[in-house]
């Protein structure tokens, strides 16, 4: 069992950073594939981005390719989600999540691939 505990969520304006941490407990964080995904009021859950255990491999969607880095601490148990050039339409309730098995590159944009979820941290962009 894995429990992941996101914080760094808040209210920043547009055009601003905030970097969100997801600490998770187990001995075997770093054989976890790790993922961010948000939702906005009214919308479904959306991928944002995965890092692989190694940290080799990381994919992004398209909306926040370029603006948003992932990365990890396996030392730290940690998992990093540093938002740049923030939009108000990035306001969302960030959640991470985490699996042990192998996941196709094709679905780790699949939500239902991840068995741990955190509690999720709000995040809020002023224009």
């Known amino acids: 069992q894995v429990q992941l505990v996101e914080s760094g969520g808040g209210l920043v304006q547009a055009g601003g950073s905030l970097r969100l941490s997801c600490v998770a407990s187990?001995?075997?964080?770093?054989?976890?594939?790790m993922g961010w995904f948000r939702q906005a009021p009214g919308k479904e859950r959306e991928f944002v981005g995965t890092?692989?255990?190694?940290?080799?491999?990381?994919y992004y969607a398209d909306s926040v390719k370029g603006r948003f880095t992932i990365s990890r601490d396996n030392a730290k148990n940690t998992v990093y989600l540093q938002m740049s050039s923030l939009k108000p339409e990035d306001t969302a309730v960030y959640y991470c999540?985490?699996?042990?098995?192998?996941?196709?590159?094709?679905?780790?944009?699949?939500?239902?691939?991840?068995?741990?979820w955190g509690q999720g941290t709000q995040v809020t962009v002023s224009s």
């Open positions: 999540a985490a699996t042990s098995k192998w996941v196709p590159e094709y679905y780790v944009r699949l939500g239902t691939r991840y068995d741990y």
């Open positions: 187990g001995r075997t964080f770093s054989s976890y594939t």
């Open positions: 890092i692989r255990y190694s940290g080799g491999s990381i």
